[in-house]
């Protein structure tokens, strides 16, 4: 009898062990929906960002022989709502000027995009520092006399006549790397240099002293666009740059 007795107790002890009361399920339950809601919610907010700037770029009508590569577009977009989100532009800014000088000096790398609009507004040549390069542009300063561009994000001043005529002064907004814009007279302004004319005879545009030097012809139209505290953003894969900037940081 008692071998009995135990093999029965035996028995309800291996049975009652895999019992797991309905409280205890329904938290273990709760905790793992909550917490799959959770990732869900996480990798739903990454997905709209990122579908967020791709869809504005696609909604943008580029020239297909010009068309802008979306990944400067999305670095000159991160600092437009960071620089945005500091203050340092009006909420209601909607221009972003883009230079791409990781391209040849002989295309058309500058653009001026109406964001609310979704339009290229200027598409066109743009000239780099007389020691930054050649036709391409490799090599970058924020030192005075460098003859250098500077890589990094302006905000855009005033207008005055100048050496070079109807200029407009740049705000360098990256410090290490263009902070010294103002003093150094970087600016915008218009060159007969930056001409497919010149471009055909010498194989290259011509170069300035550091400043983002624009077609003469187009010049006065540009900077009246883009003047008064709007975004200019010089880009080159330049990973010290690229790393270091306070306004790329996601």
């Known amino acids: 009898m008692k071998g009995l007795y135990g093999v029965i107790g035996l028995v309800y002890m291996v049975t009652t062990s895999f019992y797991i009361s309905p409280r205890l399920a329904v938290k273990n339950e709760y905790v793992k929906t909550t917490n799959t809601e959770k990732v869900a919610e996480t990798k739903s907010e990454k997905i709209t960002s990122i579908s967020s700037s791709e869809a504005l770029y696609h909604s943008i009508a580029f020239d297909p022989e010009h068309e802008l590569n979306y990944e400067v577009f999305s670095k000159a977009l991160t600092g437009f709502e960071n ?46 520092g007389k020691n930054t390069g050649e036709e391409f542009a490799t090599n970058f300063s924020n030192r005075e006399s460098s003859l250098q561009s500077s890589l990094g994000f302006y905000i855009t001043d005033a207008t005055y006549q100048g050496d070079n005529g109807y200029s407009l002064r740049l705000l360098g907004m990256d410090k290490g790397f263009n902070d ?12 007969d240099y930056v001409s497919d004319s010149f471009a055909t005879m010498h194989k290259r545009i011509g170069r300035s002293w550091g400043c983002p030097a624009v077609p003469r012809e187009l010049s006065q139209s540009m900077i009246n666009t883009i003047k008064g505290r709007n975004l200019l953003f010089i880009y080159y894969p330049d990973q010290n740059y690229l790393s270091s900037s306070e306004w790329l940081k996601a």
């Open 83 to 128: 620089l945005k989100k500091a203050g340092l532009l009006a909420r209601d800014s909607h221009l972003l000027t883009i230079c791409d000088f990781s391209m040849s000096s002989n295309t058309k790398r500058l653009w001026i995009i109406d964001l609310d609009d979704k339009k290229v507004l200027f598409n066109s040549l743009v000239a780099h």
């Open 180 to 191: 010294a814009a103002y003093k150094r007279a970087i600016v915008m302004h218009g060159a």
